[in-house]
């Protein structure tokens, strides 16, 4: 019925469109009120096409904004979730901080601190921030926080004393958003006190290193390992007397004697090698050309955080050697009397026993008895005093040493099996087939081998086992050598028994010269052991082995790249008659005659003279006469006049074809050894048999100048 009112009476319906266009005004009302609101809530307002269409009679603006309601509110809660969160991960990182922080206002109230900043302050909860820090009722004269705002800018007061602590401060401001002022300032405390403590007792130590640095009495250097001074003590200067400004000239070679150089740079290169510290003698030069024996150690410095330099401590041991050196003198002084006791008496024994059986030889030509074995009974006491007097030479000055590179494995093998045959003793060797050569004389070395055998079997009457092992000792294997062999390649000899043993009273004596614990001992044969050892630049020690009996060890200088040469033995001949004209020169007329009675008997003519002046007037004479001498026999040393060694010489200037032969009995004498260097062709040395004269004679005049 409604309806049909409707369709009767009202108005026909409008269409939307014609709806939007009757209503345009509230239209645009509607839809820009509602995006007004929406804007002021932050969302976004709602697009022409989003209202296009829609019967704007259906249309709910309240609910709309609503809606929009709903997912702020849902985000802000979302929102402040993420936020109370990251400020408590803030906050527990701000408290668990080792530095205290504090945040101050404009009138230096404190907003906020961390937990390391409570407990720092002096007061507990305090409201300003010099209550806090200061523990006073104002601002201090010297305040960071006064600074920052003042100078709106960071500060930094790098040490401040707050009770026992000392900290470093920095204060930074947080400006308002027009940079017109400063709002807040945050201070940070850093504890900084066993920093300064540590630097402190560093400085503390420095000045205690530097004063025993300074006031030591020993010499302390740095080297650099070009050889460059890095810094010396006073000590060091004072010493050597080298000024300050100097040191930047000089090289550790400029200042190290010549004959030392070479031990001491072969230490720097054990060092660079590896080697932790190396102890060693050398001899430094003082600024006015004096030499400083020193005494030390020498190390290497490898500290990765400064370049490697070489570090010395050494001691002057000057005075100390004198005054060793002195003291040596005195007990070579009071053995003097001792050896010279010793001498007399052995050569009293063995010229009774020469002047004894020729006493009896006489006897013996008159009842027309055979005087043969007394002749040989007195040549056999002039035998064994030649071998004193060799020994005794050998003690004195070490011998003659002719030098040669040797392997000395076969020499050690023969003299044990010689020195030690018919006796009820046994040995044991071990000598290495790679035993490195030494420079030695052989003959020097065959005899000190044979003294120590020959000791070890008087030591064993009953008999035993004689021990002798040989090795190669590397410098870095050297154990308790002494300073001149720390730094050298040696060989090493033991030779040791099981006998008694020695008393260790006897222990500092055993190498005197005529000590002996025998009755029949001469007491040479360990003194020569010693001397012919120091003589090739060894050391030799003696000491009771763990399993009784004694023990010598010997160490000698080695060569391990040397290449020793192989030398024949000479040919055995008797003795050989000649002819020709020979002159002898010899202060001595019993040695005189007994020469040229020699050589007459052997088919020779001859002249003699007793001084080197003589000798070279009758060479001249001779040769003016036209009967030349076909050699000359020279004694070395005269008396009173020219010796053997200039009279050469001044004969070669006459006739450079002249033959000449030197004879004496000062076997260390070098012309002995190296007689051709002197102008000599040949040498026999005293005392000598008559053979060994006429051999050499024979083989001079039937060989050539230099045969």
């Known amino acids: 019925m409604k309806d049909e009112k409707t369709k009767a009476g009202a108005p026909p319906a409008l269409s939307v469109e014609e709806l939007k266009a009757e209503n345009a005004a509230l239209y645009n009302y509607i839809r820009t009120s509602t995006n007004r609101m929406l804007r002021s809530i932050g969302t976004a307002p709602l697009g022409d096409e989003e209202l296009a269409g829609m019967d704007m009679l259906k249309f709910d603006p309240i609910g709309v904004i609503a809606s929009s309601f709903e997912q702020i509110l849902e985000n802000l809660h979302l929102t402040n979730d993420k936020l109370k969160l990251t400020h408590e991960e803030l906050k527990a990182v701000f408290d668990s901080t080792g530095v205290a922080i504090i945040v101050v206002d404009g009138s230096m109230k404190i907003v906020s601190y961390n937990l390391t900043a ?31 705002f003042e100078e709106r800018k960071q500060v930094t007061t790098n040490e401040i004393s707050i009770g026992e602590k000392i900290y470093k401060v920095i204060g930074t401001p947080v400006m308002a958003a027009d940079n017109s002022n400063v709002t807040h300032v945050v201070l940070a405390y850093a504890d900084i006190t066993d920093r300064i403590r540590s630097m402190e007792a560093v400085e503390a130590s420095e000045k205690r290193f530097r004063d025993l640095f300074e006031n030591a009495n020993d010499l302390i250097q740095a080297v650099t390992p070009d050889g460059r001074f890095l810094y010396v003590n006073s000590q060091w200067k004072k010493i050597l007397g080298y000024p300050a400004d100097r040191l930047g000239e000089l090289s550790i070679v400029d200042i190290i004697a010549p004959e030392a150089r070479r031990d001491y740079l072969r230490a720097m290169d054990r060092l660079r090698e590896g080697a932790e510290n190396i102890r060693i003698e050398t001899v430094f030069l003082t600024c006015a050309g004096k030499q400083v024996e020193l005494d030390g150690n020498v190390t290497m410095s490898h500290d990765s955080s400064s370049p490697a330099f070489f570090r010395g401590i050494f001691r002057d041991v000057t005075a100390q050697r004198k005054l060793e050196e002195e003291f040596n003198k005195a007990q070579r002084l009071e053995s003097v009397g001792v050896l010279a006791g010793g001498i007399a008496h052995d050569f009293n024994n063995l010229l009774t026993g020469i002047l004894g059986n020729i006493s009896l030889a006489r006897l013996y030509m008159k009842e027309g008895l055979d005087i043969t074995p007394k002749l040989g009974e007195a040549e056999k006491a002039a035998l064994r005093a030649q071998e004193l007097t060799r020994q005794l030479l050998t003690f004195s000055r070490g011998g003659s040493p002719v030098k040669r590179l040797i392997s000395i494995g076969a020499i050690i093998h023969d003299a044990v099996v010689f020195a030690s045959s018919g006796s009820k003793v ?124 004694a023990k010598f060890t010997i160490c000698l200088p080695a060569e391990p790249k040397g290449k020793p040469k192989k030398t024949a033995e000479p040919p055995v001949s008797e003795p050989q008659r000649g002819d020709g004209n020979i002159l002898i020169m010899d202060d001595d007329e019993i040695v005189l005659d007994l020469v040229a009675d020699l050589l007459g008997h052997l088919g020779y003519s001859t002249e003699k003279v007793t001084t080197g002046e ?84 024979k083989g001079l005049l039937n060989g050539s100048k230099k045969g």
Not at 137 to 147: D, K, M, R, V
Not at 484 to 509: A, K, S, T, W
Not at 663 to 691: C, H, I, L, N, T
């Open 118 to 148: 409570s407990k720092m302050f002096l007061k507990p909860d305090p409201t300003r921030c010099y209550e806090a820090i200061c523990g006073q009722g104002g601002p201090p004269e010297i305040c960071t926080l006064c600074q920052v």
């Open 426 to 549: 046994t040995h044991s060797l071990s000598i290495p087939q790679n035993l490195w050569p030494i420079t030695a004389d052989p003959a020097q070395i065959d005899q000190i081998v044979q003294n120590l055998v020959m000791n070890a079997v008087q030591a064993m009457p009953d008999g035993g086992e004689l021990r002798v092992d040989c090795k190669n000792i590397s410098p870095e294997e050297a154990v308790d050598l002494p300073p001149f062999l720390e730094n050298r390649h040696c060989v090493q000899v033991e030779i040791g028994d099981e006998g008694m043993g020695i008393p260790q009273e006897y222990m500092d004596r055993i190498f005197d010269p005529y000590f002996s614990t025998r009755e029949e001992g001469m007491g040479l044969g360990l003194a020569t052991v010693y001397s012919v050892v120091r003589s090739h630049g060894g050391h030799v020690v003696a000491a009771n082995s763990p399993g009784h009996g």
């Open 614 to 697: 003589k000798a070279v007037e009758c060479y001249l004479a001779a040769l003016r006469r036209g009967d030349p001498f076909d050699a000359v026999i020279l004694d070395l040393t005269i008396r009173g006049g020219m010796g053997g060694k200039e009279t050469v010489r001044e004969i070669k200037k006459i006739d450079p074809e002249a033959r000449a032969i030197v004879s004496s009995g000062y076997s260390q004498d070098p012309v002995m050894s190296q007689y051709r260097q002197y102008g000599f062709d040949a040498v026999v040395a005293k005392p000598y048999r008559g053979e060994a004269l006429a051999n050499a004679l």
